[in-house]
């Protein structure tokens, strides 16, 4: 395999190939080669994969023969293909991808004649002699005659002929498939292979109206695409999930550590709870998201598609505190600000949301919109309550202290907290205290206010503080580690 350094070097040297035209027609002519597709669809999955679906009318005649798709990704997982058409099996199959280029050819041709074509300076006289390939490491070794030459690197016009291109060098990356057919005609082929090279993410765009709690809520995808190959007239939809792949003993652990610390910190980046109220799930246990109508997605592309455009809904900030786990501050920390809102139907959104970055605007004095801050929320079904930080509040503060730790067994623990929230503010507010860390079957023991249950590791209270007033948050949980 060639360097890239030798490669540009063979470039430089190999400057022409006489007969490509009715090579390639030669090449084609071994193999029934496919249509255009009539039909693609793609799948887009979150983690660095899709699933290609690709309806096409092939002209198969009966027996035993090879098809040939050269418009193929060229990240393709070859043991993922399946093709189906009425009345044929597949007998065996083959993704090609060793690609058509100067320093490939001048490789396969090792051991062969090659055809030296040289221009001569000044006169302009052209010499044409037959050698023999000997090596490509780090330039052209040829024989010609009784001499041993490398081939020059410099002003001279050089090109090579070639006899013709090897029979497993293609122009672009190629999926055979040799297929037995029990009858000779057109018929509709399905071909379905999952690649790498597809990816989305989502991204929103959020004016905030704090006076009468409204909302407008912009959403975009962004895809791109780098496995090699246009999908012209797609029809495209995301699934919005983790789907488990297999990976080795090494990476197995380190996504499992991931995992695990991304259940912990999971409060922290854009809360989502369920408010009730569930969406359709279109995919077994994932959110499918079909983006309307179809749209080419084109190699080397990133393009944003429009999924969501939502006015009114509603909305309100809300101030908020978050725990991770059960410890003192000797300086209390300033609130979290965010805006909170529902997408349920009845405020208005009523949306699933794919995980994404929100960027929050309002607007000033002036009427114009002013970007205040953003955060990530993760996959939101329909009917959950979202909170997004865009900042922290310096005249509302949270200051918690262990007021008490004890042990409760060997793998438990037991907890009085202590909540101390100031407000310099000359406006009563309300600040919600979310509290992490809740292992094993957690529970309070005792509260001053009445607490609700996020999810199996997070707790809130919400904690009404007068103007330039403060208000004590007391607690003791019992928990497991």
């Not at 290609?52 to 023969?65: E, M, S, Y």
């Not at 055809?115 to 010609?144: C, F």
């Not at 991304?262 to 279109?282: D, K, M, Q």
Request: proline share 5%; glycine share 8%.
């Amino acid at each position: 395999m060639a360097d890239p350094a030798e490669e540009r070097a063979l470039r430089k040297s190999v400057l022409g190939f006489a007969g490509f035209a009715a090579l390639g027609l030669g090449m084609a002519a071994a193999a029934a080669p496919a249509t255009e597709p009539s039909k693609l669809s793609l799948t887009i999955y979150n983690s660095d994969l899709a699933l290609v679906q690709d309806i096409r009318d092939l002209p198969i005649g009966q027996g035993r023969q090879r098809l040939e798709f050269k418009d193929v990704s060229g990240r393709i997982r070859p043991e993922t293909v399946s093709l189906a058409a009425a009345d044929t099996t597949i007998v065996e199959q083959n993704f090609d991808y060793d690609l058509l280029t100067p320093a490939k050819l001048m490789e396969k041709a090792i051991g062969k004649q090659v055809q030296i074509v040289r221009i001569i300076p000044g006169t302009g006289a052209q010499t044409t002699e037959t050698a023999t390939v000997l090596s490509v490491n780090e330039g052209v070794v040829l024989k010609i005659g009784d001499r041993i030459e490398v081939l020059r690197q410099d002003d001279i016009p050089t090109r090579v002929i070639f006899d013709g291109i090897p029979q497993n060098l293609r122009a672009k990356p190629t999926l055979s498939v040799t297929v037995d057919s029990g009858h000779a005609g057109p018929r509709a082929a399905t071909l379905s292979y999952l690649t790498n090279g597809l990816s989305w993410k989502a991204d929103y765009v959020a004016l905030f109206d704090e006076k009468p709690g409204k909302l407008d809520l912009q959403g975009w995808v962004t895809l791109t695409n780098t496995s090699g190959v246009d999908y012209p007239d797609a029809a495209v939809q995301l699934v919005a999930g983790d789907v488990n792949l297999v990976h080795s003993e090494q990476e197995y652990w380190q996504r499992r550590q991931v995992a695990r610390n991304t259940a912990i910190r999971r409060a922290g980046v854009g809360a989502a709870t369920n408010g009730g109220e569930t969406g359709p799930t279109s995919l077994a246990d994932y959110y499918l998201y079909p983006l309307p109508g179809h749209t080419t997605v084109a190699q080397n592309q990133t393009k944003q598609v429009s999924f969501l455009d939502a006015k009114g809904a509603a909305a309100h900030k809300v101030y908020e505190y978050r725990a991770y786990g059960f410890e003192s501050l000797q300086e209390p920390a300033n609130a979290d600000v965010a805006v909170a809102f529902s997408n349920a139907a009845r405020t208005g959104l009523g949306a699933q949301l794919p995980a994404g970055i929100v960027r929050v605007y309002v607007r000033d004095v002036q009427g114009e919109p002013k970007f205040v801050g953003e955060n990530r929320i993760d996959h939101t079904p329909q009917g959950s309550d979202v909170s997004v930080k865009i900042g922290e509040a310096f005249d509302v503060t949270v200051q918690p202290t262990v007021v008490e730790h004890q042990s409760a067994g060997k793998t438990r623990s037991r907890y009085r907290m202590s909540y101390l929230v100031r407000n310099a503010k000359s406006q009563p507010v309300t600040v919600t205290i979310r509290q992490g860390g809740l292992w094993r079957d957690g529970k309070v023991l005792d509260e001053s206010l009445e607490s609700r249950r996020l999810d199996a590791y997070n707790l809130a209270w919400d904690v009404s503080v007068p103007a330039n007033g403060e208000t004590t948050l007391t607690f003791t949980v019992d928990t497991g580690w």
